[in-house]
């Protein structure tokens, strides 16, 4: 199916590809459908990718693999969230985190209390609050990505 | 909204399988019980709204995607 989005025109998209979130995510509970787009040009899948509404070209948010920046990330959600998610198990969810990037792209953070789990045998997804008490919805991530390595001054 | 008033140790039922109990008062304060099935989601709405609204803010980033990109790249 054809699918306009946000950041990468209009893409041809396999029907496979559909992610299906029952309960929608926080803010956009209406919007059920979902895709995760992400750059092919890159040798390996890349960190960041988006993940981009079927039905409203515009709702995209940046998503990426927690453990980059929080290599002992380790969620905690009630199994019974996850039962909507259809079976699972280890090998088939997969755990993103949005990406908040403003304008001072130095204070761009990630919502370590309320994740994307995506069960990929499936196809469900769903935005869960997970018990942690010291994870934070605003944990800054910028140092972390930039910090120590050259190409710091590019930014 | 409906408004109900409720003594101490008194409960609501929400349907048939969540149950709201008073458990104590003191001051401004009330704490609150909730009895419902694991698959209910339980915030407290401060919460419920901050990750509304970091959601929000995570679709009007004014960023590039290509800027986006290059801090991950590094």
């Keep these: 199916m054809l699918v306009k989005t946000r ?4 893409v041809d998209l396999d029907d496979d590809k559909v992610i299906t979130f029952d309960s929608g995510i926080f803010g956009f509970e209406e919007y059920k459908r ?7 040009d890159a040798e390996n899948r890349p960190t960041i990718s988006w993940l981009q509404s079927i039905d409203e070209e ?6 990426m693999i927690p453990t980059v920046v929080m290599p002992e990330y380790n969620p905690i959600v009630e199994d019974e969230l996850l039962k909507n998610l259809g079976e699972y198990d ?5 755990v993103l985190v949005t990406v908040t990037v403003p304008k001072e792209i130095e204070n761009m953070t990630v919502n370590l209390k309320a994740p994307i789990v995506i069960n990929t045998a ?6 869960v609050v997970v018990e942690n008490a010291d994870y934070e919805i605003k944990f800054p991530v910028f140092e972390i990505l930039t910090g120590g390595k050259k190409g710091k001054e590019e930014i | ?22 458990l104590e008062i003191k001051g401004e304060q009330v704490k609150i019980g909730i009895k419902a099935p694991n698959s209910v989601p339980v915030y407290r709405k401060e919460i419920f709204l901050q990750i509304q609204e970091e959601n929000k803010k995570a679709v009007a980033s004014e960023q590039t995607k290509e800027s986006i990109e290059q801090l991950f790249k590094l």
């Design chain 1, 90 to 94: 280890d090998n088939t969810l997969s």
């Design chain 1, 34 to 40: 979902y895709a995760l787009l992400f750059n092919s």
């Design chain 1, 58 to 63: 515009s709702l995209a948010l940046p998503v």
């Design chain 2, 1 to 22: 909204m409906l408004a109900l008033s409720r003594r101490i140790n008194e409960s609501i039922m929400l349907g048939n399988d969540i149950e709201i109990s008073i």
């Design chain 1, 122 to 127: 499936t196809m469900k997804g769903s935005q």
């Design chain 1, 7 to 10: 950041y990468f025109g209009e």
